[in-house]
């Protein structure tokens, strides 16, 4: 099965939403974005064709941390990745020990960021 290469980013923080859209966006995936684990569980077609996630832990309402545990529920949930401006050592094993892709802390290096996107979404590449 190919996956679309769509990321859905959920960070309640406009400028971080648009900025990674756009950055993704000029590196050829497609994006959706959210302000909030509630938006994306409100959408129901959030997770239509969705290959990868990527949370800020510290979000409004839901933290990032339970919006993953909900996620994780789904049938065939997309890879996740974490990104936070107050993360430390123990909430990046943490997010790690959860299953997660990758914990980045803000301000993002991009070229981790893509290289872990690289990984998650196009696994076979990497072998």
Do not use: W
């Not at 995936?29 to 997770?47: G, H």
């Not at 974490?82 to 050592?89: A, L, P």
């Amino acid at each position: 099965m190919k996956l679309s290469q769509r990321i859905a980013i959920v960070d309640d923080e406009r400028a971080v939403r648009s900025g990674l859209s756009n950055l993704l966006q000029s590196d050829g995936y497609l994006t959706c974005t959210f302000e909030s684990a509630e938006a994306f569980l409100n959408d129901k077609n959030a997770l239509f064709d969705v290959s990868l996630m990527i949370i800020d832990i510290k979000l409004k309402g839901m933290s990032g941390l339970d919006f993953y545990e909900e996620i994780k529920t789904y049938a065939t949930p997309p890879p996740v990745i974490f990104i936070s401006g107050h993360g430390d050592e123990n909430m990046q094993r943490f997010a790690i020990s959860l299953g997660a892709v990758a914990f980045l802390r803000k301000p993002i290096d991009i070229e981790v960021l893509l290289n872990h996107l690289q990984k998650a979404i196009r696994p076979e590449e990497n072998t």
